[in-house]
């Protein structure tokens, strides 16, 4: 870059942080916003899907955050789990993080069927009072 090793200063450091904030934010957005709309097996809207995309990513952020500002410091995981320190470390690590996913993705797949299931019941109701109608006239 045009820093030519002059990189041991706050104004490098600062840019290095907000650049690494925004460009892991936008990562974990579009991660999201891939699974809830390439995914599904039905065609979803986008506007929906990127609006809870950005909800779960920053969600996300905020649980990395917690994790490793102010849980993992306090954790002495390897006095308690030995050499499988690491395993446990991922696992606390991973469920946590994976929560905000399988939960947005279960409320969307939840909507959509419930959304159609409406739908074909109104069909029925509508195709049957037609039916009746018929048969009584």
């Known amino acids: 870059m045009i820093f030519f090793h002059h990189t041991d200063n706050f104004f490098y450091m600062g840019l290095t942080q907000m650049w ?13 916003f891939s699974i809830y709309w390439v995914l599904p097996n039905r065609k979803v809207p986008w506007r929906p899907v990127l609006r ?20 993992l ?6 006095a308690l789990y030995g ?9 606390f690590w991973a469920m946590p993080r994976a929560d905000p996913l399988c939960r ?18 109104a069909a029925g109701i509508l195709r049957h009072d037609n039916r009746v109608a018929l048969s009584s006239a």
């Open 20 to 32: 690494l904030a925004l460009s892991t934010g936008v990562a974990s957005i579009a991660f999201f």
């Open 52 to 71: 809870t995309s950005i909800v779960a990513g920053i969600v996300w952020l905020a649980a990395k955050i917690v994790y490793v500002e102010l849980l």
């Open 73 to 78: 410091p306090h954790l002495d995981l390897k």
């Open 104 to 121: 947005r993705a279960v409320q969307r797949g939840a909507a959509g069927r419930f959304e159609s299931g409406m739908r074909k019941a």
């Open 83 to 91: 050499p499988f320190y690491v395993s446990v470390g991922l696992l």
